[in-house]
């Protein structure tokens, strides 16, 4: 698929870069909008949130990766031995 410059470009064509071109411009201005504004509602509300609460969701879902881990681990290594075996035994 080759791409037409110049005057060989339809006038359909052009009219949808320019279009597209638009867009891309306008969207890039709302994300920078939307940012500034998110920027300045935090300096006006110093609040960070429940930092506690934060810690005790990561600490238990830490627990329960080690939980399941400890159950499901012989389990998963036997059932990933078993796989590079036979992609092994295919490549030879």
Same mark, same amino acid.
């Given at each position: 698929m080759s791409?037409? #410059?110049? !005057? +060989? +470009? @339809?006038?359909?064509?052009?009219?949808a870069v +320019? @279009?597209?071109s638009v867009?891309?411009?306008?969207a890039a201005y709302a994300c920078t909008q939307a940012m500034?504004?998110?920027?300045t509602e935090m300096k $006006?509300? !110093?609040e960070r949130g429940d930092v506690p609460g934060w810690v005790l969701i990561t600490l238990? #879902?830490?627990g329960l990766v080690v939980a399941i881990w400890s159950?499901?681990?012989p389990a998963l290594e036997s059932l990933f031995n078993e796989? %590079?075996? $036979? %992609?092994?035994? +295919?490549?030879?």
């Open positions: 791409t037409l #410059t110049g !005057p +060989r +470009r @339809s006038r359909a064509a052009r009219r +320019r @279009s597209l867009t891309a411009s306008t500034c504004d998110r920027l $006006k509300n !110093p238990m #879902t830490a159950l499901a681990g796989a %590079i075996a $036979k %992609i092994s035994a +295919r490549a030879a």
